[in-house]
Every structure is written in structure tokens, then in C-alpha cells.
């Protein structure tokens, strides 16, 4: 791997930001584009930071190529996640530095740090058109769960999907 997973830095939470909010808007994931509410939250990887585990993926010379939001204890960014499960949020890689394994290895880090919490699954969420994301999902293991779908904005037609993987049956990539 010519790439680094780790923890985020606080002088990185710009760049991470800006990245997050550059993927969403550039991959049409924001209902209004760049007048998207949702796209503050997005760019404030400081918050998320304080309140989850913010982990970037980053290139030998240290800029960032990736990062996720990685909840393993609850808290203001657990949004579908039972007692004894983990969630991730907000994967988002540089367009420039996709296709070389930063995705499933963010993707990978937060499994392994479910492990290492003993909870019994991660459940995610998606946007329905977010094909390539579902593909990378479901070779970890991670299944369709319908009955925990939902929608984020009250009077919008966005449903996200959710994806759940149970530890003993996900794959050691």
C-alpha cells in the first residue's frame, strides 16, 4: 500500500473537511448541492473529531486521499446503531486516488476496531445510487437490512438504505 490508515490529526481537520464536503458535492450526494445544509456538517471534521473517531487515509508525503467517521460508542453520530453494534458514516475518497484499496481499507480499520470492542455487528447507511459503495459493502459480508431504512430530512424523498454486517460472518480481506 502506498497509503497510510490512522487516526486524524487536528492540524489534517481542514483537509478532511474540505475533502468530505468536495466528494459529496462532486459525486451529486447533496439533495441542494452546495447550498445543502447537510454539507456544514460535512466540512466540520473538527466536530466529528470530538465526538467520533475521525480516521484519513494518508499518502506518504501526508495528504489526505480518505477519511470516515468511525462510531464504535454511540454518541451525536450514532444514527442507526443498536447497543451492541458500531457504525460508520460519511467515506468519502479524493476521485484522484480512488481505485487503489483506500476505501476498503477505511472500511476495514472500523471493522477490525468493532472486533476490538466486542460489539456484534456495524451497521451503515446509503444513498440508494451509491452503487459502488454497495459493492465494496457486501464483499465485507454487509447485508440489505430494509427495516432500518430511513429518511435524514423531514419532507424530502431521500431514503437512505442500511447495510448491517455481523462480526462471525464477515470475510478476512
Not at 466528494?23 to 447550498?35: A, K, N, R, T
Not at 477519511?67 to 484522484?96: C, H, I, S
Amino acid at each position: 500500500m502506498d497509503f497510510l490508515v490512522r487516526d486524524a490529526h487536528a492540524d489534517e481537520y481542514g483537509a478532511v473537511g474540505e475533502l468530505t464536503g468536495k466528494v459529496y458535492v462532486g459525486d451529486g450526494l447533496l439533495e441542494f448541492g452546495e447550498s445543502d445544509g447537510y454539507l456544514e456538517t460535512l466540512r466540520d471534521a473538527a466536530t466529528r473529531a470530538a465526538q467520533a473517531e475521525l480516521l484519513v487515509a494518508t499518502a506518504p508525503n501526508g495528504k489526505v486521499l480518505g477519511t470516515v467517521t468511525y462510531v464504535g460508542d454511540g454518541g451525536p453520530y450514532a444514527e442507526l446503531a443498536g447497543e451492541t453494534e458500531a457504525e460508520f458514516r460519511m467515506l468519502a475518497v479524493d476521485g484522484a486516488a480512488r481505485g487503489r484499496g483506500i476505501g476498503e481499507a477505511l472500511v476495514q480499520t472500523c471493522i477490525d476496531r468493532t472486533r476490538l470492542r466486542a460489539k456484534t455487528g456495524i451497521v451503515i447507511c446509503s444513498q440508494p445510487h451509491m452503487r459502488a459503495a454497495h459493492r465494496l459493502y457486501e464483499r465485507f459480508g454487509f447485508r440489505r437490512a430494509p427495516s432500518r431504512d430511513w429518511n435524514p430530512v423531514e419532507g424530502s424523498d431521500l431514503t437512505l438504505q442500511a447495510f448491517t454486517l455481523t462480526l462471525r460472518d464477515a470475510p478476512a480481506l
